[in-house]
Nanobody, 114 residues
Framework: VQLVESGGGLVQAGGSLRLSCVVS????????MGWYRQAPGKQRDLVAI???????NYADSVKGRFTISRDNAKNTVYLQMNNLKPEDTAVYFC?????????WGQGTQVTVSS
């Protein structure tokens, strides 16, 4: 299973970005799909997660600003990020769970300037 993220970049505070993650390879049934982020010197933290049925959960710091969605037919998960803040700067990683195994993307850098 391979995950490829895209959509990261440099944006000013208050701006928006949309991350995408396409899953390919030996796909049987993808369960949860999610986004994590890791800032320099910090641990990797959950940003948002979505179940196969569409139930979502968000970190408190992004509630009301970020929206996770998925297209099961395209094996793709998205993260719409609005009203970005400098503290959102991090490498964002896509994660999927299939058959109780975790798979990770290589990460995409998001940098928010003040």
């Amino acid at each position: 299973v391979q995950l490829v993220e895209s959509g990261g970049g440099l944006v000013q505070a208050g701006g928006s970005l949309r991350l995408s993650c396409v899953v390919s390879g030996n796909i049987f049934r993808i369960d949860a799909m999610g986004w994590y982020r890791q800032a320099p010197g910090k641990q990797r933290d959950l940003v948002a997660i979505i179940s196969r049925g569409g139930s979502t959960n968000y970190a408190d710091s992004v509630k009301g600003r970020f929206t996770i969605s998925r297209d099961n037919a395209k094996n793709t998960v998205y993260l719409q990020m609005n009203n970005l803040k400098p503290e959102d700067t991090a490498v964002y990683f896509c994660n999927v769970i299939q058959l109780a195994r975790n798979f990770w993307g290589q990460g995409t850098q998001v940098t928010v300037s003040s």
